[in-house]
C-alpha cells in the first residue's frame, strides 16, 4: 500500500535503523503491522506477558515473529505484586504501562537497541489513553501517531499486505473489565479471562465481559442480540458455573473504555 502517509513512515522507519529499533509488540494489529513494516531493519521485538493477556495473545506473537524471522523475546511481568496497579486506580494503565515499557526499555538497551516503539496511532490520541504519559515520559515513539496514520488506515495497509490480522478485534487488557478502585486478582482476572472465551466459543465475535461483584455484564454488538437470547439458558449457566450470581445483556451494546464513565 503506497500513499503520502505510509511514505513518510517507511522513511522514518529508515532514519531510526542504524541505532536499532525495539518494538513493543502486544500482537495487536497496529503493532503488527509496524513490526511487519519493520521486519527488514536492524529490528528486535519484545512482548510483555501477564495475567492481563490471555495465552493464545502471547502464542500469537511468537508465531507471528517466528513466520517472518524476527528475533523476539517474551518477557514476564506481575502486575498484580504492585499495589498502585492490583488496587485498580483511575490512572492504573498509566503506571502499568510506565513499569512495562520501564522493562522493554532495558531489554532493549541490553541488546544494543536505541529506539523504543510502540504502534499507538493517530485514533488513540484523541480518547482516554492514560498510559501515552507513561510513553512521553519514556520516550517511548509511535510512529502511527507521529506521521497521523489512523486505525482504519492500519486495518486498510495490513489487508493490502495480505496480513489475516487485519481485521482483527480491539481487545484491551483485561484490567479493563473491572471499576475503577477495585482489587484485581489473578483469580478474578483469569474467570473474565474464562467467561469471554465461553462467549467466543458460543459463535460471538467481538465483546466485554464487564465485572461488577457478582454481576458479569456482557457487552456485544447489538447486532449479536438475537444469538445471546437464543442461547441464554446455556450461556448463563455456563457463566454462572464460573461464580457469577447474575449474568446481563448490556442493552447500550459494545462500547470501548465503558468503564471510563
Do not use: W
Request: charged content about 30%; aromatic content about 10%; some cysteine.
Amino acid at each position: 500500500m503506497e500513499n503520502s502517509k505510509f511514505n513518510e513512515l517507511k522513511q522514518y522507519l529508515l532514519s531510526l535503523n542504524e541505532q536499532g529499533i525495539c518494538l513493543a509488540f502486544s500482537g495487536g494489529v497496529d503493532s503488527a503491522l509496524l513490526l511487519y513494516l519493520c521486519k527488514d531493519l536492524n529490528l528486535f521485538a519484545v512482548t510483555a506477558e501477564s495475567v492481563f493477556q490471555t495465552n493464545d495473545e502471547i502464542k500469537f506473537t511468537k508465531d507471528f515473529c517466528e513466520k517472518y524471522g524476527i528475533k523476539h523475546k517474551v518477557i514476564p511481568f506481575n502486575p498484580l505484586e504492585d499495589k498502585e496497579i492490583s488496587t485498580n486506580p483511575k490512572d492504573r494503565c498509566y503506571r502499568c504501562k510506565k513499569k512495562i515499557f520501564t522493562l522493554i526499555k532495558q531489554e532493549a538497551e541490553k541488546n544494543g537497541f536505541k529506539n523504543v516503539l510502540d504502534g499507538t496511532n493517530y485514533d488513540d490520541l484523541g480518547v482516554y489513553r492514560p498510559g501515552l504519559k507513561a510513553l512521553e515520559e519514556l520516550g517511548v515513539i509511535s510512529p502511527f501517531a507521529k506521521v497521523g496514520i489512523t486505525k482504519q488506515e492500519i486495518r486498510l495497509c495490513a489487508k493490502a499486505y495480505g496480513l489475516d490480522i487485519y481485521d482483527k478485534p480491539s481487545n484491551p487488557c483485561a484490567a479493563t473489565r473491572f471499576p475503577y478502585n477495585t482489587e484485581l486478582t489473578e483469580d478474578g482476572v483469569n474467570r473474565v479471562k474464562e467467561a469471554e472465551k465461553i462467549l467466543l466459543d458460543f459463535g460471538l465475535d467481538e465483546l466485554r465481559a464487564r465485572v461488577h461483584g457478582e454481576v458479569l455484564r456482557i457487552e456485544v454488538k447489538t447486532k449479536n442480540f438475537p444469538l445471546i437470547l437464543e442461547k441464554q439458558k446455556e450461556i448463563a449457566s455456563a457463566l454462572k458455573n464460573l461464580g457469577y450470581r447474575y449474568i446481563t445483556l448490556d442493552l447500550e451494546g459494545l462500547r470501548r473504555g465503558s468503564m471510563d464513565n
